[in-house]
């Protein structure tokens, strides 16, 4: 089992939903993590909420711009001198028939979703090769199922396993690794949700939270690449 006290990770899209979840399970287990969003306002409250005794570092960046991704390695780098974990997690969701779709809504998907993760993997990846790292890429069960109103979505998702098994192959040789985590519906606020008692059935965002902590302490010989989680009993909504 590895040893992840101490490690630093960058958590893209940390100011709720998974990220936060994933954040405070970090936390928890003695690492210190970088949380990031749009929104410095609610990153900060955020990061005042998750605590975490001086480990936890606010970072405004947009994903969607290359410039803001390289700038939050910097200020990772600044402050703790290494980058250990980097959990590309910041996504947005619109659903329509495409013929309805918006050509708003399919690059704000695009950017965000598809471009978003290179930009982070291209900013961390010389860092994560000194540290022989993790990259993680939070994409979903809409990467491999395909749905009606989902034709935008499906394809960033279907791009992010695709680009993210094919960066895996890539970076192993540097032993950094590199996994996907493939969720069906988790209860957060994606696509405008109120998470409230209607989502029992749902993976709790902590249950993610959870499954990434297991994936750091696995023995650095073993590497799940490609991890499809839902919840257990969806007919019970
Ligand atoms: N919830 C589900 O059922 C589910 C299932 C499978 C996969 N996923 C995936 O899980 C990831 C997290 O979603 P979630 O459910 O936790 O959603 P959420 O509760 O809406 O949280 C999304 C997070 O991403 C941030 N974000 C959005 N656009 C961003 C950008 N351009 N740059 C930086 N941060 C940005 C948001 O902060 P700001 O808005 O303040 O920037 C927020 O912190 C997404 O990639 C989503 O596709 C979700």
Redesign the pocket.
């Known amino acids: 089992m590895t040893n992840v006290k101490g490690k630093v990770a960058y958590i ?10 994933v954040a405070h399970s970090l936390l928890e287990a003695g690492m210190k993590v970088a ?5 410095m306002k ?2 900060k409250s ?1 990061a005042r909420q998750l605590g975490g005794n001086g480990n936890i570092l606010a970072i405004e ?5 290359h410039v ?1 991704e390289e700038n939050a390695v910097k200020a990772i780098l600044l402050k703790w001198g290494t980058l250990d974990v980097v959990l ?6 619109h659903f329509a028939p495409i013929d309805e779709m918006t050509e708003l809504q399919w690059h ?1 998907m695009i ?3 598809l471009n ?1 993760v290179f930009h982070t993997l291209k900013a961390s990846v010389e860092a994560l090769k000194d540290s022989k790292g993790y990259y993680i ?6 990467g491999t199922n395909f749905f009606a109103m989902g034709a935008g ?1 499906n394809a ?2 279907f791009g ?1 396993v695709g680009f993210t098994q094919a960066a895996m192959l890539d970076l192993r040789k540097y032993d950094i690794k590199v996994s996907t ?13 109120e998470p409230s008692e209607k989502d029992a059935w ?2 709790h ?1 902590e249950d ?1 939270g959870e499954l990434v902590l297991d994936l750091l302490k696995m023995h650095p010989r073993t590497l799940p690449s490609k991890i499809e989680v839902r919840p257990s009993r969806p007919d019970k909504k």
Do not use: E, W
């Open positions: 893209t899209g940390g100011s709720k939903g998974i990220g936060y979840a949380i990031s969003g749009r929104n609610s990153v955020a960046s947009d994903v969607t711009k803001d590309a997690n910041a996504g947005v969701g704000n950017n965000t979703n978003g890429t939070l994409a979903s069960l809409a979505y960033t998702k992010v985590i493939m969720p069906g519906s988790v209860a957060t606020h994606f696509n405008n949700n749902k993976i965002p993610i």
